[in-house]
């Protein structure tokens, strides 16, 4: 077994291929130098931290060694041979594989016109992208930041966290457009202009310059802004190259069927680099970028490399940090109609998404530390039985949401 | 040298659910199992500091509102990324209406 990608994704799979009891060899590559570790503390801890953390590996060395996975690290997987079963590294060694694995990720989205404004322009997706972050963010630092999304709006709340002077710069009229309801978005906003991050919304840059020692932001709107460096937290995109180079399907990400499945049955993809048929919404293509959707693919992935033959079952399911808050979305609320508030403590809430037939499509819950946890976690598993809650319980506090699941 | 500490009322607990109980300076997480026996494991997660009681309880597995990790409450087993550390369990008594749990 071949798994290329030594992401939360691929590591997974390795360690589920022999919970499941598969003895033969498993050779995990990764491209980066670092063991497996963990993405979602890049935009929180290691950026807030008074001391820069090492990566929060997933699994020691010791314990990849227990489990007999290879791991092969700075390595990349250039071509696949499909008809001979082999994947080709960098370095010209080539490995024989029965099944093999894509879990390769996603990239940032590039803005190709700042790159010859050098090291001021970053982008955030490895550790080592969040230790030069980390460079930019002291009391003396101003930090602009180009997308009002999950790890723009975490960077900048990190960002004040640690003293820095934050803009954030956001082309849609409200920042998370597409992620959450206004009324999440705006408990969001009023948190970040609470701790004096300058949201700047409806409006993009026009041009940025190198100024001698910092960058000069034009924005469309005429307004000017000063920076030490620019974040462009615009979106990701699959990493399909290798898929794409050894011509498997591609659709917004490498296309896999309900099992994982590419359109090589040897071959298998999953986490944030593939789109799959959801389950949950009849089928409808869709690819996350979540963490936990890629510790459940590689579940999944190993079992079926195997030859179980499984459906995916699980419901998207998100956190996002920023300051004291954390915001949680389970399900998407695409098609829905009807939106019912719960209160579950003092400055906590969730919002259930249902559709024209009463059915709950999604929940989002905000809310200090894990004050929405529990009822998001429980909104999750009615999404998955296609429930039709009753609006008026949802709704009501007194009732312990746990109780719908009993019916 | 055994400490016994009342936490709590029986009644304070739902079946299969948990309360959060702060003592010395420490928080634990106590639990009432669907089989209506008690127990008790540290209060915060092992994997980033966040109050268990918030979390969702089924079965023997108390679920991390945060991230959804799991703990076996009764044994402390850790019992699914991201958790991989076990969580402290507690000695629990029941005294007519009062649980009990034992420090050490
Ligand atoms: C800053 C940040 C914060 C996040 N915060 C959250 C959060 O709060 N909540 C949440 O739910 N999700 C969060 N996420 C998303 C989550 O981390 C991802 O969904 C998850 O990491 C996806 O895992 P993966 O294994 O599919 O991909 P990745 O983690 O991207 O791993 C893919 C790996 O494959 C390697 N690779 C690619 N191509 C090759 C090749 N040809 N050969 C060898 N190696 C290759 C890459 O170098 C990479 O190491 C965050 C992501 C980032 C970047
Ligand atoms: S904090 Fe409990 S699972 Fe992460």
Known sequence: MVIVGAGECGLRAGLALREEGYVGPVTLIGEERHLPYERPPLSKDILTDEQLLPPRIVRPTEALEAAGITLLLSSKAVSIDRAARRAMLGDGRALSYDKLLLATGARPRRLPQLDRLGERVLYLRGYDDAVALRGYLDRRSRLAVIGGGFIGLEAAAAARQRGAAVAVIEAQPRVLMRAVPAEIAEVVTARHAAAGVDLICGDGFAEIADTGNGLGISLTSGRRLEADAVLVGVGAVPETALAERSALAIDNGIAVDETLATSDPHIFAAGDCCSFPSPVYDGRRIRLEAWRNAQDQGALAAKNMLGAGLPIESAPWFWSDQFELTLQVAGIAEGATNVVRRDVAENAFILFHLAPDGRLLAASGIGPGGAVGRDVRIAEMLIMRRAIPDPRQLASPELRLKSLLAG | ?104
């Open chain 2, 1 to 104: 040298m055994a400490n016994w500490i009342a936490a709590c009322a029986a009644d304070d607990i739902d079946e299969e659910d948990v309360i959060r109980f702060d003592h010395g300076g420490r928080t634990f997480a106590i639990y009432r199992s669907p089989d209506d026996t008690f127990h008790a494991t540290d209060g915060l997660c092992t994997h980033e500091k966040v109050h268990l009681a918030d979390g969702l309880v089924m079965d023997d597995i108390i679920e991390c509102p945060k991230h959804n990790g799991r703990f076996n409450y009764k044994t402390g087993e850790a019992r699914g990324a991201p958790v991989c550390v076990n969580l402290k369990i507690y000695p629990v008594r029941r005294e007519g209406d009062t649980i009990l749990i034992e420090l050490d």
